[in-house]
Structure formats: structure tokens, C-alpha cells
């Protein structure tokens, strides 16, 4: 499918959004001629979450070298009824651009990979629509790297969905970074992934801050948050677990 199409289409599904948020649309004139969609301003997150499956590749890797996959909180387990190994990150802070050009969201917690005594982590990931990366601090045992460019994916593989109050994106395949590839390799001693390697499949919901809807005719963001269902994470350790957004969709390898 082309790009053009997939604009096309996002921006379809993304119409609810964008009556909601003041933004025009395309109209049609007296003639019939259409004018053109203007550039579309960020949106901004209050909170949302995303989901993160990993491979059945990965996994096997990960088994063959001895190597435990955990998770860092306030990100917990993927509570997989078909036993999915992955991982759920709570959103702290983000914006997207309704016609998912560009945007970013910060994820609290990380992953970490152990063997023995040496551990590897990833920390304050950040998924970037705009540059289609994952950046992310890795720290090799003890020792911190600056933040870089851990994953790569195609925003034109995404299935998108939308409604007045929020996005949800899914089918994003993850794959490893010369640099994630390489803080393996220095982790273990060995090769462990390649670059490039189908690491992950991903899926995501960004909850829309209610103050961006003035049109709604809320005085205050208590009050428009007030007309919109509950869909924040519970605390960590509740009986509930975490609201999923369901099993992440997994493809082949």
C-alpha cells in the first residue's frame, strides 16, 4: 500500500479526533472542488499506555543463551492469556500529530536482560513517529550510556484506530539497532542479535488531553476529564493488573 493511501486512510479513521479538536477538515464547494487538509497541530497525551510482545524468535534467542528477560516498574509483565512475554509501559508525557507526521511519547520504567552477573537495562524509552525510532538509555551493568537509538519500525505498517478521546495505534514490528545489537554483544560476550533483528511486536493507546478540545464547552480540564471514561492504569500491584488493550498482534518472523 502506498504512503499516499496510508495518509489517506489514517486521516479517515483520525476524522473524530479532528471534529473534536477545532480542527477543519476538507470541505466541499459550491463547484464541488475540495480544499486541501491544512497541517494538523499536535495533540497532547494525558497518559496511555503501550504494549510490547516479543518475538517468538527473540524469546528463542533468549533461551538458547540463558539470558532472563524482566521488566523495570512502574512498566509490569504483559498479562498474556496466551502467554505473550512482553512487557506494559504506563505513558508519562507525549504529543502526536493528528496525521501522524510527527510526535513522541515517554515511557516510565524499562526492560532488563540478566545472565549470571551481568545485566543489562533500558530505561526512559521515547517512540518517535517522526524519525520511526525508539531511543532509550542502556546501561551496561553498571555503567550508563548516553541515550540512542535502541529500535526501528515503519510508521506505514501501523493499524490505526481513533475516537473522540483517544488514538491507538498497532502492528508496529520492532527491530534492533546496530547499537542495541552491540550493547548485547558487550553485556554477554557474544553475539547474541543481529542488526535488524524482529525483536518486538508493538501496540499503543495516547489518551488526548482534554484541555485541547476547547470546543467540547469545558470551563477546565477537571471538568472535560470528568465527561470521559476512566482508562488510566491502575496502581502497581492491584489485584486488576493492567487494563490491556488486548493481545498484541503478533506477526511472522
Known amino acids: 500500500m502506498s504512503q499516499t493511501r496510508r495518509r489517506f486512510i489514517a486521516g479517515a479513521m483520525l476524522l473524530p479526533v479532528m471534529a473534536r479538536s477545532g480542527v477543519a477538515t476538507a470541505a466541499t464547494t459550491g463547484t464541488g472542488a ?74 516510565d520504567g524499562g526492560i532488563a536482560f540478566s545472565r549470571d552477573d551481568a545485566s543489562l537495562t533500558f530505561t526512559e524509552l521515547v517512540i518517535d513517529l517522526g524519525t520511526q525510532t525508539v531511543s532509550a538509555v542502556s546501561t551496561v551493568n ?34 534492533l539497532t546496530k547499537e542495541s545489537a552491540d550493547a548485547f554483544q558487550t553485556t554477554f560476550g557474544t553475539a547474541i542479535f543481529a542488526v535488524g533483528h524482529p525483536y518486538s511486536d508493538t501496540a499503543g493507546l495516547g489518551m488526548l488531553m482534554p484541555a485541547s478540545f476547547p470546543s467540547q464547552g ?36
Open 218 to 253: 469545558c470551563r477546565t480540564t477537571a471538568e472535560a476529564s470528568a465527561q470521559r471514561p476512566d482508562r488510566s492504569l491502575p496502581p502497581v500491584g492491584s489485584p486488576q493488573g493492567p487494563r490491556r488493550l488486548g493481545s498484541v498482534e503478533t506477526r511472522p518472523t
Open 34 to 107: 475540495r480544499t486541501a487538509l491544512p497541517t494538523l497541530p499536535p495533540v497532547s497525551l494525558d497518559g496511555g499506555w503501550s504494549e510490547t510482545a516479543l518475538t517468538a524468535l527473540t524469546v528463542s534467542v533468549l533461551d538458547k543463551h540463558g539470558i532472563t528477560f524482566s521488566t523495570i516498574a512502574p512498566a509490569m509483565p504483559l498479562n498474556s492469556q496466551d502467554g505473550q512475554l512482553g512487557v506494559h509501559y504506563p505513558i508519562k508525557t507525549g504529543q502526536v500529530a493528528l496525521d501522524l507526521t510527527s510526535g513522541s511519547a515517554n515511557f
Open 142 to 175: 553498571t555503567t550508563a550510556a548516553p541515550r540512542t537509538e535502541v529500535a526501528t519500525f515503519t510508521i506505514l505498517d501501523a493499524k490505526v484506530s481513533a475516537s473522540a478521546t483517544d488514538i491507538t495505534l498497532g502492528g508496529l514490528r520492532l527491530r
